[in-house]
């Protein structure tokens, strides 16, 4: 195996936007309280009904937020792929209020095709448009009726990590919820040194409940990504339904916020390593994050530029 020391400049831009997640969320929690206490604040009120779309990562941070949305009663809210929302732009689809698209290029394909038909909808029906965007001077801009500039967390690699974390900052903090606990985890996640445990494990499960099964899914994302390791990700009360079968020694189960009453016992007789900090979810994944960046260094991949995957899917439109 490929020392990490001697592999310590590969993913020199993951390294950099990681570690200033908790600096950049926190600049994300004062743009979001300045631009809620605003009259006309831009995103969709208390109440109404609203679907949130993205691809890959902001798809995962869009399950987390409609699922914090909805735990806070704050009205129905559905997170879909850009490409499978199930939207009123065609006679089968869902009524809503407003959507939200969630999208760090502000160039992919699905997202821009979805805003575009909706743009297209009778007045009488269309809903509400909003994007939160790391690149704003992308083409959404000009799709959306509203936009959420998030410009600080925009990032050079490949394999998204600030971007994804401070647009959930920003959407859970319009929730009411208080995140210092967040940022003071994070600091210390992404400061700490990586076990050789760790490094050398042969497989990773991510769990979660509530609105941290998308911070689940993102952190397995991540793995695969950056490491092109065998990596899973369930809903934590699904995980005894099956995929524990696979939990053993050199393996590795990670769960997010609360665990299932009694997950900690039947995980310690598969001999895997099981790891449940109690820290906060999201730095948990800040975390995660850093031991996908050490995993990939000590086997000679660059997260940045990882196989076969590029910043933004832009599809060639049929020939």
Known sequence: MVSAMSNNTLGAFMEEELLSQPEVWKRAIGQCGLEQSKAGHLLPADGERIAVVG?????????????????????VTD??????????HNSAGRQYDAVIAVTRSGTTTEVLELLEALRGMAVSGKPRTIAVVGD????????????????YADEKSVVQTRFATTALVY?????????????????????????QELLDAEQFTFLGTGWTVGLAHEAGLKMREAVQGWTESYAAMEYRHGPISIAAP????????????GLDADMGRTGA????????????????????????????????????LTRSVVLNAPA
């Open 171 to 195: 959407l859970l903090t319009s929730l009411g919820i208080e995140l210092g606990t967040a940022i003071e985890d994070a600091r210390t996640a992404v400061s700490e040194p990586v076990s």
């Open 55 to 75: 691809c890959g990562t902001s798809w995962f941070m869009a399950q987390s937020y409609a699922a914090a949305r909805e735990a806070a009663g704050k009205g």
């Open 79 to 88: 997170a879909f792929a850009a490409s499978e929302a199930f939207l009123n």
């Open 273 to 308: 390593l099981y790891i449940h900090t109690g820290k906060h979810p999201l730095a948990e994944l800040a975390r995660v994050h850093k031991v996908t960046l050490e995993r990939a260094r000590v086997r000679g991949l660059n997260p940045d530029l990882p196989r076969n």
């Open 250 to 261: 050199g393996r590795v189960t990670w769960i997010f916020g609360p665990q299932p009453e």
């Open 136 to 151: 704003v001077d992308s083409p959404i801009t000009a799709l959306a009726d509203a936009v959420i500039g998030l410009p």
